[in-house]
């Protein structure tokens, strides 16, 4: 099938959030309620659910990568189930997103099971900066979860949401970590989303500013951004290479090529739009194919403008 809008936008990106639980209560993600700590005890949905909506999406779509996200990934029983599921439909890119707190005894499987990158996300290197953005104290069990991963053969990304006056001093500690392992660290700018939307900008730690402090330690120069990608990157004298995700000062919404699939069984063309979109409520491709063309119509022109949606339930 044919998708696409005036700008040539197309889906073959599946982002895949196959629950919204979290075994953390990071500060841009949840207000850190008891109610939020111990919400979503529901069933989980089936591995055979989700491969069966993936599939029915790859044959209109023809999908270059499925990521699973969550919630935190790492708590979904079926995990290597539905990674093998997805590996057997024949999808190139096989990745996860996920905070590593149980990656350190998961790694081998989900390699095993056919997953190739994983983004990990550590928004600092520092014991309580990292209790201050997370309300969880073990960094320790993350780190150990992306050594345990390199071990494994699995590609690492680091992500580090950073925030003004929570953990802005941690850029470069998270830099020379990522550094002397040779992973690709991207730092993102705060996204207006749940309990942020209308003032995550107090928190906003622009590009630019990321790149003032980087600057005092490492001269860098900006490389050529690729279609598609939410990263700009750069390249230190040195040949280590660090991104930031500016979907506030450098949005990149023009060319976004993602689709989103929840555990309710619907899909989301944008983070910006609240309007979510049964799947299964259809009898006919045809009435798939408009659905996705629902989707389509989500995209923003320009800029990402938030959503009172929980990225918690909705998948970063």
């Not at 935190?72 to 539905?82: A, Q, T």
């Not at 928004?123 to 953005?133: E, Q």
């Not at 550094?179 to 660290?185: G, L, M």
């Not at 659905?291 to 990225?311: D, H, N, T, W």
């Amino acid at each position: 099938m044919e998708l696409n809008d005036k700008y040539g936008r197309e889906f073959k990106t599946l982002r895949v959030s196959l629950l919204s639980t979290c075994n953390l209560g990071c500060v841009y993600c949840t207000m850190g309620t008891e109610e939020e700590e111990t919400a979503d005890h529901k069933p989980q949905t089936p591995a055979a659910v989700f491969v069966g909506h993936i599939a029915r999406l790859h044959e209109q779509l023809d999908l270059k990568t499925v990521r699973f996200t969550g919630g935190e990934p790492l708590l979904y029983r079926e995990l290597p189930g539905v990674i093998e599921g997805v590996k057997a439909l024949g999808i190139g890119n096989i990745k996860m997103t996920s905070n590593a707190f149980l990656l350190d005894r998961m790694a081998p499987a989900l390699k095993e099971a056919g997953l190739e990158y994983i983004n990990v996300s550590l928004d600092a290197m520092d014991s309580d900066s990292f209790f201050a953005m997370t309300r969880r104290k073990q960094l320790q069990r993350t780190l150990k979860g992306i050594e345990t991963a390199l071990a494994c053969g699995l590609d690492v990304k680091i992500n580090s949401v950073m925030m003004k006056g929570k953990n802005d001093d941690q850029v470069l500690p998270l830099l020379e970590y990522a550094f002397s392992r040779n992973i690709r660290i991207r730092f993102l700018e705060v996204m207006a989303m749940g309990h942020l939307f209308g003032h995550a900008g107090q928190y906003l730690l622009s590009q630019d500013e990321i790149l003032d402090t980087i600057a005092t330690r490492y001269n860098f120069n900006k490389l050529e951004r690729k279609s598609s990608s939410t990263a700009n990157y750069w390249q230190t004298d040195e040949g280590h290479v660090f991104g930031i995700i500016a979907n506030d000062t450098e949005p990149f919404c023009i060319d976004c090529n993602r689709l989103r699939l929840d555990a309710e069984g619907n899909i989301h063309g944008c983070l910006s739009d609240n309007h979510a979109i049964l799947l299964d409520d259809y009898d006919t491709e045809e009435q798939l194919q408009q659905k996705l063309r629902m989707a389509m119509q989500q995209k923003q022109e320009v800029k990402f403008v938030g959503s009172e949606m929980s990225m918690m339930h909705i998948g970063g």
